[in-house]
């Protein structure tokens, strides 16, 4: 369900029904804001058979029948195969680039060339199985998506070879490179994208749209404040409620360690570390609560309070740097550590109210 980002979804339109759409795009923002979603609201405007002279170009047994076209700022349909299809995520010719294995295809006579479905980066065996693939026809799309996430994982010698590609793009393929650390691209890649900034969504508008999807209004509300702008975030909290009673026990965790000694911090970051290890995703919910909680302490210090304040800052600023770690090579452990150490050490009086914006 794609929430909010009017502007966006008009800009991604026009583009799309150009006569020449561009065949890069770069989706730079945060997690959870909905960049993947709008990839393929892109997709869908350039695949619709009801866009203007948009039959499929592979005219065989999935030709539409004649329909009307539809004016550009009704498109997509969404009811048509295509729009259908990428909807679901089923299409064929949707193909998402990733670190792992996708698309793995080794050097011709290198028979030693290991599996790597763990890699933490986007190799040139696979950016040379993407080039093969965009060297072919699509299946049975007018244009192929290929979505690149988290493109600031390109490795060097892959970003370099993915940049031939774009500078001659194939006619029948686009490409989506989704990165939250956009400043860790190429400059050459980022000047052949035609460059989007996905932002935050404002509370209301993500509560809105989860009611319009029929989620009840006390859920959506809380699941609103809860997501720090990030529809997908919202989404997930309303599926799992559990995971807002998490956040409830990270903030309060966020509250204890905040007045910890720095033995106790250090303890902290090797925790943070091993946990990252098995799991990345799983430290977000973590970060998100330490922005939660400065942000409240800043809200709390302000304007009175000039130290407090500039504290708050500098510890959202310090969660913000490691974040920006954990996308580059910086040994995670160092990373939390860094985080950790620059954070203010709060006294117990301020830190034990309960954070009335997400109740609000
Ligand atoms: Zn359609
Ligand atoms: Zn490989």
Redesign the pocket.
């Known amino acids: 369900m794609l929430i909010g980002h009017e502007a966006i979804l008009r800009e991604l339109r026009a583009l799309a029904t150009d006569p020449e759409p561009p065949h890069a795009l770069l989706l730079a923002g945060p997690d959870g804001t909905g960049r993947r979603l709008l990839a393929r609201f892109y997709a869908q405007v350039l695949n619709c058979e009801r866009r203007d002279g948009g039959a499929p170009a592979a005219a065989g047994m999935f030709a539409a029948e004649a329909v009307e076209p539809l004016p550009a700022e009704q498109l997509p349909c969404g009811e048509c195969r295509p729009c259908r299809l990428i909807e679901t995520d089923a299409h064929p010719d949707v193909v998402h680039l990733a670190p792992g ?1 996708t698309l ?3 050097r011709v006579g290198d028979s030693s ?4 479905p763990q890699s933490r980066d986007i ?4 950016v040379r199985g993407l080039i093969e693939l965009a060297s072919r026809y699509p299946f049975e799309a007018r244009y192929r998506l290929v979505m690149v996430e988290p493109a600031e994982r390109l490795a060097r010698e892959a970003a370099h070879t993915i940049l031939k590609t774009l500078e001659e793009p194939p006619g029948h393929t686009v490409f989506a490179l989704v990165s939250a650390a956009p400043e860790a691209l190429l400059e050459t890649i980022i000047s052949r994208c035609r460059r989007i900034d996905v932002r935050s969504v404002p509370r209301d508008e993500i509560e809105a749209g989860l009611v319009a999807g029929g989620i009840d209004a006390a859920l959506a509300a809380e699941a609103a404040a809860a997501s720090r702008g990030r529809p997908g975030r919202a989404l997930q909290y309303v599926e799992d409620p559990d995971l807002m009673a998490a956040r409830g026990r990270l903030l309060e965790r966020c509250a204890t360690i905040s007045i910890a000694s720095v033995a106790d911090r250090f303890r902290h970051a090797e925790d943070l570390a091993t946990r990252y290890r098995k799991e990345r995703s799983g430290i977000e919910g973590d970060l998100d609560a330490w922005e939660t909680f400065w942000q409240e302490q800043l809200r709390r210090a302000a304007p009175e309070r000039g130290e407090a304040a500039a504290e708050a800052l500098a510890a959202l600023k310090a969660v913000t740097q490691c974040r920006e770690d954990l996308l580059t090579n910086v040994i995670p452990r160092a990373a939390f550590e860094l985080m950790l150490l620059r954070f203010p050490r709060l006294r117990l009086d301020v830190t034990t109210q309960e954070e009335p914006a997400a109740h609000a």
Request: proline share 17%; aromatic share 0%.
């Open positions: 294995d793995c295809k080794p060339h290991p599996a790597h190799r040139i065996c696979q």
